[in-house]
């Protein structure tokens, strides 16, 4: 069995400092940290003396990214993307180097200069892993603080943000270590158009911020239980960190595997993107939901058991009167049942006041400043199973 990576989810953001092809060294210091993610969401640094440097070996033997604890720091193009979303997820290996006063980055997302939006790593309360917010740029922050001193110790570190059940968590070596459930107001972000993330500092925060990252997994919602223990158990086994993980974890002995269930389109559709549910046959319960593509041809079950398996093609969204849309975005009409078809937006814009007359076959459309163009019609999904994993 093949052991599962963070590659096998939807992330944002993924650091990992023991991939040395991510690592860019100048003159011995990190002037770029590559995102594996494949969002480019790249951590650089373009001042020398700003530069974090490699630790050899720092963490059992795999090397590290160690923070001065004076001003280095890396920063990450976010654009907006914390725009609108209902929750974010960020899992990490981190080391304070000392015990020194003063709030510690894992990394930090602001909007405008000064204003954290998010923040992940040690120092709300002095020594103690931490996580906290807000949900809107008018709110105050908000955030919760492990009761446990950090020390010197290398930690597993979660932080969970479920805006749309106004919901904050915190996770240290895969235990709940503590949370709020009236954190901000329930819904999503604003529309945030300024934004920075900085790995370990920022410069209007500079904060006695001596740190070490190993690596750094982070996902645009609030995770389900099982993928976040997942990364949880990937993490912990790669770093040689499965000791402090408690014994009732489904990874406490063993990293977490693929069990593959085999994919073929029988179909001849124009989709390249699809949506694939796994159910579990034995439960009822959702596995995953899983984004893949007319290439894949296997995706992880999660378990051994038998499954049910949908694939879908990933029709995009309703369409909306008098909204923005990016090149590439789906939608079908607002009314489905009579015009069961999906289209592109090949003109990137804003929609009409009115929804188009929508064309039935190949064709484009006008709608505001927008254009879209027929994809094809929209299929009638069909469940298969019960499938049994490799």
């Not at 103690?128 to 709110?139: E, F, H, I, Q, Y």
């Not at 009822?284 to 893949?292: D, E, P």
Request: aromatic content about 8%; glycine content about 10%.
């Amino acid at each position: 069995m093949a052991l599962w990576t963070p590659e096998y989810i939807d992330t944002a953001l993924w650091l990992d400092a023991a991939d040395s092809s991510t690592v860019t060294l100048v003159s011995g210091a990190v002037s770029e940290w590559a995102d594996k993610s494949g969002n480019g969401r790249d951590a650089t640094q373009g001042a020398a003396g700003r530069r974090p440097i490699i630790s050899t070996g720092g963490l059992n033997g795999i090397d590290v990214v160690d923070f001065d604890g004076t001003d280095d720091g890396l920063t990450v193009n976010v654009g907006t993307m914390l725009s609108g979303l209902s929750g974010q997820t960020l899992v990490a290996v981190v080391k304070q180097k000392t015990t020194s006063s003063g709030v510690k980055r894992i990394i930090e997302y602001a909007a405008g200069s000064s204003t954290t939006m998010m923040f992940y790593g040690l120092g709300l309360t002095e020594n103690k892993l931490g996580v906290g917010g807000r949900r809107l740029t008018a709110n105050s922050f908000q955030s919760v603080s492990s009761a446990n001193n950090a020390g010197i110790n290398w930690m597993l570190y979660a932080g969970l943000i479920d805006y749309a059940n106004a919901d904050l968590y915190l996770r240290e070596n895969g235990s709940h270590a503590a949370s709020d459930l009236s954190f901000q107001t329930a819904g999503d972000t604003g529309t945030l158009t300024s934004q920075s993330g900085v790995v370990a500092n920022i410069p209007s925060f500079i904060s006695g911020n001596d740190v070490m990252i190993a690596e750094i997994v982070q996902v645009n919602a609030y995770l389900n239980d099982d993928d976040l223990k997942k990364i949880e158990g990937y993490l912990a086994h790669k770093w040689s960190l499965d000791a402090n993980l408690p014994v009732d974890h489904p990874y406490k002995s063993n990293a977490p595997i693929l069990h593959y269930i085999p994919i073929t389109l029988s179909e001849s559709l124009a989709a390249t993107d699809f949506s694939a549910i796994v159910i579990n046959a034995d439960t009822g319960s959702l596995i995953s939901n899983t984004k893949v593509t007319s290439a894949t041809t296997q995706i992880d079950a999660g378990v051994a058991a038998p499954c049910f398996v949908t694939l879908y093609p990933d029709y995009g969204t309703s369409w909306q009167a008098e909204s923005a849309y990016a090149l590439n975005d789906k939608v079908f009409p607002t009314n489905p049942e009579t015009t069961p078809y999906y289209y592109e937006c090949t003109t990137a814009g804003t929609s009409g006041a009115t929804e188009p007359t929508w064309p039935t076959a190949a064709g484009t459309v006008n709608d505001g400043t927008a254009v879209w163009t027929f994809v094809e019609r929209m299929v009638q999904p069909i469940t298969h199973g019960p499938l049994v994993p490799d």
